[in-house]
């Protein structure tokens, strides 16, 4: 289980698909957002979910998210590019 991180690279290596390309989408910096960084993931938050604002003011550099997003429907509106 998170925060290890082997069942995300057992799915990524079964895709074909590198840390660069994927983006993790969670709402708890201690099993979600870390599982990520721990892999080189890009890592979103969502706050809607076990995870505080103010949770997130106090949480350590190693487990701050890469996005912060308050609701899963704002997905959507997210313009993620990756350049090589």
Avoid at 21 to 41: H, P, S
């Amino acid at each position: 289980g998170k925060p290890d991180s082997f069942g995300l690279k057992v799915i990524m290596k079964s895709k074909g698909y590198q840390p660069k390309d994927t983006i993790l989408v969670g709402d708890r910096l201690e099993t979600d957002i870390l599982a990520g960084k721990r892999l080189g993931i890009t890592t979103i938050l969502v706050l809607s979910g076990i995870t505080s604002q103010e949770m997130l003011q106090k949480a350590p550099p190693s487990r701050l998210p890469d996005y912060v997003i308050h609701s899963l429907s704002e997905l959507s509106s997210l313009n993620i590019v990756h350049c090589s």
